[in-house]
């Protein structure tokens, strides 16, 4: 048998110096290697030998089976080099062609829009400070004066979880009370990004996912007054100089007094519009001054301290700043829209 193996192994081997091409190369591969080439017939016969001629065969065997292994591998190597330097000779490449030029990628214009925010607040002495957008009911409600079955929850359509008392966070005013919480009993002056979800009808003002920007200062001595000249000034460097820009007394049940400041309708120029709902004017944010029970909350004595808070839309302020009329066009994706920022 170890004659057989030797022929078997010449055989194979002078017939791969005729293999031309890859189809032929294949057909060698099933004809010497496949499962009924010679060479696997002699693996199935070693159960028939004795136990002394069966170490001395398989070896001889598994010897020739690594060698056409290592051969085919060579040649199929050698064919593709080959195939390569044909291509190479046979085919030009022109380099004097103008090459596609690669799409780049730009920061999306929510992005950019909060990154000037961070910059204005940033410039004001206001830090960043991050909070979680899965929060837990008490966080989310009831430390901000808003007790279970109180009217103003109908304020917040909420996503709630499966989970008892956890859900997708309505507003970042929670975040007041953490960072209060981990500040106390220091100054405070930070504003807070995230995204929020709401479960809204969708329009061409509101959406059920949106970015906001909570804003909190706390600290001795501090005034509506300080709250109105800070918003003032971030419209004004925000909108530029000229801005026109009007306080409402509003509700919030974290703040008392409340207020939501709205900045002239771009579109109209303060006629009225869809986009304004004929009013001539588009709310960016609502405000007051920290509600005593919050301040408890957060662990400071509404007799010695005070503060004051604000929470913006960007998207509302880029359709201000870049005249979009639709607030959906911020996350429909769609290329045209998004290629203009």
């Not at 062609?97 to 910059?119: D, K, N, W």
């Not at 706390?218 to 419209?235: C, E, N, Q, R, Y």
């Not at 100089?241 to 008392?256: H, N």
Request: include cysteine; proline fraction near 5%; charge should be neutral.
């Amino acid at each position: 048998m170890l004659t057989q193996l030797e022929q078997i192994e010449k055989a194979a081997l002078d017939a791969l110096k005729n293999v031309q091409d890859e189809a032929s190369l294949e057909q060698w591969r099933i004809a010497h290697l496949g499962r009924s080439a010679p060479l696997m017939q002699v693996f199935d016969q070693l159960g028939k030998l004795s136990k002394e001629e069966r170490p001395l065969i398989g070896r001889r065997a598994n010897e020739v089976k690594r060698g056409l292994d290592n051969a085919l591998a060579e040649q199929s190597e050698a064919m593709r080099q080959a195939a390569l330097a044909r291509t190479l000779t046979a085919e030009r490449l022109d380099v004097t062609l103008p090459g596609r030029p690669i799409g780049r990628g730009r920061l999306h214009p929510s992005t950019q829009i909060l990154r000037q925010i961070y910059r204005i607040f940033a410039d004001m002495g206001f830090q960043i400070y991050r909070s979680r957008e899965v929060e837990s009911d008490e966080y989310n409600f009831e430390m901000l004066n808003i007790p279970a079955h109180h009217p103003a929850r109908d304020m917040w359509d909420t996503f709630h979880t499966t989970a008892p008392g956890v859900l997708l966070r309505t507003h970042t005013s929670p975040g007041q009370i953490h960072v209060m919480r981990e500040y106390y009993p220091q100054p405070i002056r930070v504003i807070l990004p995230g995204m929020c979800f709401r479960y809204e009808q969708i329009s061409a003002r509101k959406e059920t996912q949106f970015n906001q920007v909570e804003g909190l200062a706390v600290g001795h001595h501090i005034t509506f007054g300080d709250l109105k000249g800070t918003l003032s000034d971030f419209a004004r460097r925000m909108f530029g100089e000229q801005v026109r820009t009007r306080f409402r007394t509003s509700y919030f049940p974290f703040t008392e007094p409340s207020a939501e400041m709205d900045v002239e309708c771009f579109l109209c120029g303060g006629k009225g519009c869809g986009v304004c709902s004929g009013t001539g004017w588009l709310e960016i944010l609502g405000c007051g001054m920290v509600h005593p029970t919050v301040l408890r909350n957060g662990g400071y004595d509404p007799l010695k301290f005070s503060g004051f808070a604000f929470g913006m839309g960007p998207e509302r302020i880029a359709m201000l700043r870049y005249k979009i009329e639709d607030i959906r066009y911020f996350w429909a994706n769609d290329v045209r829209f998004l290629e203009q920022f």
